[in-house]
C-alpha cells in the first residue's frame, strides 16, 4: 500500500521560503514519477509541479515557475518542493502525489495521494 506523508507547512510571511518534504512508503520510489499539487477551499486541487522517475525532468505551473524547485531524493524516498518567493496566493493545502504514468500526473489524475500540509502565507 502506497503511503505518502506530507511535512513541513506552515505559516510564514510574504517573500518568505518553505521548503516540503514528502517520504514514500509501499512502492518502489525510484519507478514513480512525483509531483505536488495544491488546493484552496471552494476550488479544485491544481497542478504545482512535477519530476520523473529519475529526477532529470521537471514541469512546473505557470505561476510558480522560478519561485519553486522540485526535487527528489530516491535514496531516501523523499520528495522535496523549495518554496521562494511565497506570496499571499500560494496559501493553500499542498499535496503529493506519485503515479508510474508521467501523462497523469501532469494531467492532474495521479493514482496516489498524500493526506496535505498547510501552507499560510500573510501580506
Known amino acids: 500500500q502506497v503511503q505518502l506523508v506530507e511535512s513541513g507547512g506552515g505559516l510564514v510571511q510574504a517573500g518568505d521560503s518553505l521548503r516540503l518534504s514528502c517520504l514514500a512508503s509501499?512502492?518502489?520510489?525510484?519507478?514513480?514519477?512525483m509531483g505536488w499539487f495544491r488546493q484552496v477551499p471552494g476550488k479544485e486541487r491544481e497542478f504545482v509541479a512535477a519530476?520523473?522517475?529519475?529526477?532529470?525532468?521537471?514541469y512546473y505551473e505557470a505561476t510558480v515557475t522560478g519561485r519553486f524547485f522540485i526535487s527528489r531524493d530516491n535514496a531516501e524516498n523523499i520528495l522535496f518542493l523549495q518554496m521562494n518567493a511565497l506570496k499571499p496566493e500560494d496559501t493553500a493545502v499542498y499535496y503529493c502525489?506519485?503515479?508510474?504514468?508521467?501523462?497523469?500526473?501532469?494531467?492532474?489524475?495521479?493514482?496516489?495521494w498524500g493526506q496535505g500540509t498547510q501552507v499560510s502565507v500573510s501580506s
Open positions: 519530476v520523473d522517475w529519475n529526477g532529470y525532468g521537471t
Open positions: 509501499g512502492l518502489t520510489f525510484s519507478d514513480y514519477n
Open positions: 502525489a506519485a503515479d508510474l504514468n508521467w501523462g497523469r500526473m501532469v494531467a492532474g489524475q495521479p493514482r496516489d
